[in-house]
């Protein structure tokens, strides 16, 4: 047997932990492992698409009987979630990512600190119907810019938490949810160009199903600071990475 078929399903869970427990960050770990064992960015793309299938299944495994998806947003954001991954992988191949990673960088650890903002008005609660207009685009955008490669996607949670009023928990599971939908999306898309490496593909997905379950498991036992904390984080070391590469 390959013996990177093992070493990928390790990677592949111990990352998928920290994803689970934090919201985000796994990767800034896989995408650097597929590099090193030389994959190309359209089958690292094709791989991610199915691994993402293992963890976004697995988080919902682990989160059922919560209740903590809120059905206000979820029908809107998936149709946006469709949509904007259709047309991201549409345009894929004539966007250079590498642009944006300087400015994305600065985002992450600039805005890592408003998880932490004590103001009620960015409290989790309800929302004027502007704040939350505003939230479906900044959700679109951000979900489109994260899917042409950018490192944006854990910036998504921060339209659901301080536009949408969503709590951590909450805005975790719905990422879950969506993000399902969008690894969903792009297997389709990619399925038929013949790009997915199908033994590290599952060994990935086995490995991010039980690591998403366990560091899903980890969250919900910690508790809404514990994601928070986690969630800033990724956030920092995230930029960080996107700064140095």
């Given at each position: 047997m390959?013996?990177?078929?093992?070493v990928t399903f390790i990677v592949a869970f111990l990352s998928s932990i920290l994803s689970g427990m934090s919201g985000g960050g796994g990767g800034f770990i896989m995408t650097p492992y597929y590099l090193l064992i030389g994959l190309t960015p359209q089958q690292i793309v094709a791989g991610a698409s199915?691994?993402?299938?293992?963890?976004?299944?697995?988080?919902?495994?682990?989160?059922?009987?919560?209740?903590?998806?809120?059905?206000?947003?979820?029908?809107?954001?998936?149709?946006?979630?469709?949509?904007?991954?259709?047309?991201?992988?549409?345009?894929?191949?004539?966007?250079?990512?590498g642009f944006f990673e300087v400015v994305i960088g600065v985002l992450l650890i600039a805005l890592a600190p408003t998880l932490f903002i004590k103001r009620a008005s960015m409290q989790p609660g309800e929302r004027s119907r502007r704040s939350i207009v505003i939230g479906y685009v900044t959700y679109a955008t951000i979900l489109f810019a994260s899917s042409l490669g950018s490192g944006l996607a854990t910036l998504l949670f921060l339209p659901l938490m301080l536009l949408m009023g969503l709590s951590a928990l909450q805005s975790n599971a719905l990422r879950r949810v969506l993000m399902l939908f969008q690894a969903g999306v792009a297997f389709c898309i990619v399925l038929p160009q013949g790009y997915i490496v199908w033994s590290y593909a599952l060994a990935?997905?086995?490995?991010?199903?039980?690591?998403?379950?366990?560091?899903?498991?980890?969250?919900?036992?910690?508790?809404e600071k514990f994601v928070k904390y986690g969630l800033a984080g990724i956030m920092v070391v995230s930029g960080i990475v996107l700064l140095v590469k």
């Open positions: 390959d013996i990177l078929i093992l199915v691994a993402s299938l293992g963890l976004g299944s697995s988080s919902l495994v682990a989160m059922r009987g919560k209740q903590l998806i809120d059905k206000r947003f979820l029908w809107p954001l998936t149709g946006l979630t469709v949509l904007f991954t259709i047309l991201a992988m549409l345009v894929l191949p004539r966007i250079q990512s990935a997905l086995a490995g991010c199903y039980l690591g998403g379950f366990i560091g899903t498991k980890v969250a919900l036992k910690q508790g």
